[in-house]
């Protein structure tokens, strides 16, 4: 349900129309997650990251300051890391995102879920989700960090456990076990999924 | 954390857009990077009953180069100026200025006019407008206006930007003579990805046989109630020679003319001013040196 777009139109020197465009106070929105396409009704201030964990029960994405600081709540929209608690739903409008949930094929890890299983990377997990999508998004854009990359790379994103040594190893050992084409992530089938 | 219940549009073109800001008048607010904005909303400290993404203007996001500017669309990401081979062969002091800014994912999302807009005296991108003398293009319903660097901040988060106006383009003046031309930002911040305690960004440009400062452009950060250009520290500079001596007068000068505060977080007025030595100096023998000045 829509709004009744604002009745104006510019008339501009050329005297050619301008369209105002509609103006929403509720709007149906259209996302790809992980590969499955949604179709849900949103008001404008839901939170990206409120959507996705309340709205689609995707609650692999984690709400840590809740104010743009710590990147727990980072996922790919498309093909850029972004914090979702920093973003409106309505503005993924039409857009893909992979949420920590679209990674692993399966019962198979992705080979950065592997390499932070096998490098001791996470304590209590809480900042994992968050620090494996960032890493995702910082290996495509660099696929042969140096260690000061790595670090430089994860920045954005906090952990009370660990030091972060062993998340910057398990980076590391994950960008040396796989070349960028094994960095994409096949979209899953997509299948519609009806309103609820 | 909610914000506050807003109505939305998301205009495709410039048009559109300045037309909905008329319509909504200052009721609205523009939505870009909203690494500023969507923070403030939740806060409760903005409380705009009209959001105008401008996020699908896609026309607003460009580098380009064409005669004597290139130009930035403020829709620009902080990471595409970070990662572009015009931007690190022309505008070294751009790409520097960039990678300071917050973390990737804000650089991902956040764009140079929003920062500008938003006119916080911590931005690091005021400093690079005012060290490269920028033009900002700015657009309403009625008129395109051009404003330079030096009259764009109007005070603490106030830009010259009015309510029913967007911010267009950067224009930065191409350097003169690529390799006498440099530009470098040098930032003090308590831990990685922080608004700066200090930070400096220089543009300079050295005679042919690069013994003397030939022109000399200063942006200072989080030294005073907007970014500000260190108008006697380039006096120090522009005519004298390319040494340490000189450098050492500018960041003299640099210290008696910045206006500090004292804060909790990072530091008195005088630890700043200390800095704002420190830094300018360092920033200027690194832009000096690409230059291609020797003796500094
Ligand atoms: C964790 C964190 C760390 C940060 N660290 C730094 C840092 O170290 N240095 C730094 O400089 N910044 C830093 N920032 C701020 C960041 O640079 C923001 O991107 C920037 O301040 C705002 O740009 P935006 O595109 O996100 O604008 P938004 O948040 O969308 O908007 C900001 C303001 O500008 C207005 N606006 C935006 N675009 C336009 C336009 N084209 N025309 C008219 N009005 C417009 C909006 O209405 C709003 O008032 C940080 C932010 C975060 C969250
Ligand atoms: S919850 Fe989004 S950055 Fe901390
Ligand atoms: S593992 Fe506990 S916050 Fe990182």
Redesign the interface.
């Known amino acids: 349900m829509s ?1 009744k777009p ?1 009745s ?1 139109r ?1 008339t ?1 020197r050329r005297s050619k129309k ?8 509720q ?1 149906t929105i259209r996302v790809i997650v992980n590969g499955k396409e949604y179709v849900r009704d949103v ?3 839901l ?1 990206l990251v409120d959507f996705l964990r309340d709205s689609l029960g995707l609650t692999g994405t984690h709400v840590g300051c ?3 600081n710590c ?1 727990a709540c ?1 996922v790919i929209l498309n093909g ?4 979702s608690c ?3 739903a ?2 993924a ?1 039409g857009k893909e995102i992979l949420t920590i949930e679209g990674l692993a094929k399966g019962n198979q890890f992705h080979p950065l879920q592997q390499a932070f299983w096998d490098n001791h990377g996470l304590q209590c997990g809480f900042c994992t989700p968050g620090m494996i999508m ?1 890493a995702y ?2 290996l495509k854009e660099n696929p042969h960090p140096s260690e000061e990359q790595i670090r ?6 906090l952990c009370r456990c660990t030091g972060y040594s062993n998340i910057v190893k398990a980076i590391q050992v994950a960008s040396e076990k796989i070349g960028v084409e094994q960095m994409q992530v096949e979209p899953r089938k997509q299948r519609m999924v009806r309103r609820s | 954390m909610y914000p506050k219940e807003f109505e939305y549009a998301s205009p495709t073109s410039l048009g559109e857009a300045v037309a909905l800001l008329k319509k909504m008048g200052p009721d609205a607010k523009v939505l870009a990077g909203g690494q500023s904005l969507v923070p403030l909303m939740k806060f409760r400290l903005a409380s705009p009953k009209y959001l105008l993404d401008i996020n699908g203007i896609s026309n607003l996001e460009y580098i380009k180069e064409n005669g004597k500017f290139i130009s930035v669309g403020a829709l620009t990401r902080h990471h595409s100026l970070e990662r572009s081979e015009l931007v690190k062969q022309k505008l070294g002091l751009f790409s520097e200025t960039a990678s300071w800014i917050g973390d990737p994912q804000v650089r991902n999302n956040g764009t140079i006019g929003g920062s500008l807009v938003h006119s916080d005296p911590a931005g690091d991108w005021g400093s690079a407008i005012i060290a490269s003398r920028a033009l900002l293009k700015i657009q309403s319903a009625r008129r395109e206006r051009i404003v330079d660097s030096d009259h764009f901040f109007k005070d603490t988060f106030t830009s010259a930007v009015a309510p029913n106006e967007i911010l267009t383009e950067i224009r930065v003046p191409v350097p003169p003579d690529g390799g006498r031309s440099a530009g470098a930002y040098e930032k003090l911040e308590r831990k990685a990805g922080d608004f700066a305690t200090v930070g400096v960004g220089v543009q300079l440009t050295l005679s042919r046989n690069r013994k003397t400062f030939e022109q000399a452009g200063i942006g200072l950060t989080s030294l005073g109630p907007t970014n500000l250009r260190g108008k006697k520290a380039e006096k120090a500079l522009v005519g004298k020679n390319v040494s340490l001596e000189t450098i050492e007068e500018a960041g003299t000068a640099v210290s008696e003319e910045v206006k500090p505060t004292d804060d909790v977080l990072r530091g008195s007025a005088e630890y700043k001013r200390a800095m704002a030595r420190v830094f300018l100096k360092r920033a200027l023998t690194r832009a000096a040196r690409k230059a291609g000045a020797s003796g500094v």
């Open positions: 709004k604002m104006v510019k501009s301008i369209w105002v465009p509609e103006v929403f106070s709007k008001k404008p201030r939170l809740d104010t743009s990147g980072t850029r890391s972004v914090k920093s973003m409106f309505i503005q409008d960032q998004w910082f430089w790379g994860i920045a954005g994103n």
